[in-house]
């Protein structure tokens, strides 16, 4: 079974700073691993994913995220952020194996301030 | 990116009542559509798999007979939630997937805000 942990419900940031949002994964194998942005009562934008290949994975809107495998870890990160980057992201991962389900962590919501 | 189009974005209803929610793949054949429900605060619970052509996979503690997902054609699944109660009150999404495989991306709708008074 696979599963994510998202540390920090709540992160909140000054306009400008590092946005460093927290990702471990749990899985018997090495996953394909996802970060996706929801805005209010909206559904979900993929922001990037890893499957294989280079662990530096670039996304849209200036986001980047890690693969760390022997930290079990996905985290996202952008150098400055931004208000309109204010919303709830979610990991996710799914199993390389086969299968399409994706597993969601319980989210982290991204506050920005002035 | 591909487009998820789901309706309607919210929608109350009576208790007892059923409702029907639809998911639509705008510009793409989806083989796979997903059902996921979204409680405050929490992360998304993903209620059941559609294939076009067969029955729904649920996942554990759903209720088939309570959910009734339909996946008839290519571009379009369809969540009717029957004897609707307000326990039922949540945020639905789904999302679609143009192949099989688990690097492929699922593409999400916009979700479908249901109040059941």
């Known amino acids: 079974a696979q599963s994510v942990t998202q540390l920090g419900s709540h992160v909140s940031v000054s306009e400008g700073a590092l946005v460093l949002l927290r990702c471990n994964y749990s899985?018997?194998?090495?996953?394909?691993l996802f970060w996706y942005v929801q805005y209010p009562n909206q559904g979900l934008q993929l922001l990037l994913k890893?499957?294989?290949?280079?662990?530096l994975v670039k996304g849209i809107n200036g986001f980047e995220a890690e693969f760390k495998k022997s930290e079990t870890s996905f985290h996202l990160t952008k150098p400055s952020a931004h208000m309109s980057d204010a919303a709830e992201y979610f990991c996710?991962?799914?199993?390389?194996?086969?299968?399409?389900?994706?597993?969601f962590g319980t989210g982290t919501q991204l506050k920005v301030e002035l | 990116g591909a487009v998820v189009s789901q309706h309607p974005s919210r929608v109350i209803c009576k208790s007892g009542t059923s409702v029907k929610i639809e998911c639509r793949s705008l510009?793409?054949?989806?083989?796979?559509m997903f059902w996921y429900r979204q409680f405050p605060k929490k992360s998304l619970m993903l209620m059941a798999t559609?294939?076009?052509?067969?029955?729904?996979?649920?996942e554990q503690g759903v209720e088939k007979d309570k959910f009734l997902i339909n996946h008839a054609s290519l571009t379009l699944s369809t969540l009717t939630v029957t004897s609707a109660h307000p326990e039922d009150s949540s945020f639905y999404i789904c999302?679609?997937?143009?192949?099989?495989?688990?690097?492929?991306?699922?593409?999400f709708g916009q979700g479908t805000r249901l109040t059941v008074v």
């Open positions: 999302s679609a997937r143009e192949r099989t495989g688990p690097k492929t991306e699922a593409f």
């Open positions: 899985s018997s194998v090495p996953p394909y």
């Open positions: 890893y499957t294989t290949g280079a662990t």
């Open positions: 996710a991962v799914t199993p390389t194996g086969g299968g399409n389900k994706l597993t």
């Open positions: 510009d793409f054949q989806a083989t796979t």
């Open positions: 559609s294939n076009e052509g067969s029955k729904a996979t649920y």
